[in-house]
């Protein structure tokens, strides 16, 4: 049987499910035909009904404008109380197309609603946010624009647990791997990191990852507090001491190369001046010479 609305008293329209399970409403919006849309959305208004309808894909008209690059209907059907958290049967939500299908446009009026801050950490069930697939994606712009709005850069994905900069690292996009550790030291209001946010959830992979990758442990928040100063447990604060004593020996190892290099140098130098001054003071033959110089060049070998 097919299942259809009340009828609603506007000028006879009937907003019906048909046999395939594509609704009136799905039609207009893939058609780009606004104008229907703006008609339809106010017989279900007066209808008391919802705009998030399903077809037999689990679609609702807001996944097909995204689906369509339709930002102008976008914003039509989220004014109308469209929900951007609406799940698909790939468990997406508006965001998560905007990403899949590479629109900025769409993006764009979907994060100036209000609404749609609830959506940034919600995961698809392949276990990824809109910034995991933005970055999967390799597009900057859009991952740019999520955490702007608000997303976690640190959000681990729930199938492996990797964060958005590991996926660019696995995806071997050098690139986007740059564009993730500028924003690492980025401070939001509050002063706080990508750092901070890692040790204060006591997320150790996470602030391993980031340390590795150049993330300043040495900056503070407004609170005058820094990373490990606000390390949820001893695992977070003892990867952050190790990795700081570890940045030190380093530092020391490198200078000690460095004053050996140029004490040898100047060794050489010196030997090589002093024969020099030598040949010129005793006047010998060239055998001589010649003997001194191999013997000059033993020695400075030996060094």
């Not at 040898?264 to 003997?291: A, E, G, P, Q, R």
Request: glycine share 4%.
């Amino acid at each position: 049987t097919t299942n259809q609305f009340p009828a609603l008293p506007y000028s006879g329209f009937l907003i019906r499910l048909c046999d395939k399970g594509t609704v009136t409403l799905h039609i207009a919006v893939v058609q780009g035909a606004l104008a229907i849309v703006y008609k339809l959305i106010q017989l279900l208004v007066l209808g008391h009904k919802d705009v998030d309808i399903y077809n037999n894909l689990r679609q609702t008209p807001l996944h097909l404008a995204v689906i369509t690059k339709q930002a102008n209907m976008v914003e039509a059907l989220l004014k109308a109380g469209a929900d951007p958290a609406a799940l698909d049967r790939n468990g997406q939500t508006a965001l998560h197309l905007c990403c899949e299908y590479d629109q900025r446009d769409c993006l764009s009026v979907v994060l100036s609603m209000p609404s749609s801050a609830t959506c940034l950490e919600i995961r698809n069930f392949d276990g990824l946010s809109p910034l995991h697939l933005a970055v999967l994606q390799g597009r900057k712009d859009l991952a740019r624009m999520l955490l702007d709005a608000g997303a976690d850069i640190n959000a681990m994905d729930i199938k492996s647990g990797q964060s958005p900069l590991m996926h660019a690292v696995e995806s071997n996009n050098a690139d986007m791997v740059h564009f993730l550790i500028e924003v690492m030291n980025f401070q939001s209001y509050s002063g706080n990191t990508a750092l901070h946010s890692a040790c204060g959830r006591g997320q150790v992979e996470t602030v391993r990852l980031l340390l590795k990758s150049g993330a300043d442990s040495s900056l503070k928040n407004y609170h005058n507090d820094t990373p490990v100063m606000v390390a949820k447990n001893k695992k977070v604060s003892e990867a952050m001491t190790k990795r700081k004593n570890n940045k030190y020996n380093g530092h020391c190892c490198n200078s000690i190369d460095t004053a050996l290099f140029l004490l040898f140098c100047f060794m050489v130098v010196c030997s090589c001046f002093l024969c020099w001054k030598t040949i010129n003071l005793l006047k010998v033959t060239d055998l001589t010479v010649n003997h001194f110089l191999i013997f000059v060049q033993i020695f400075s070998l030996s060094l």
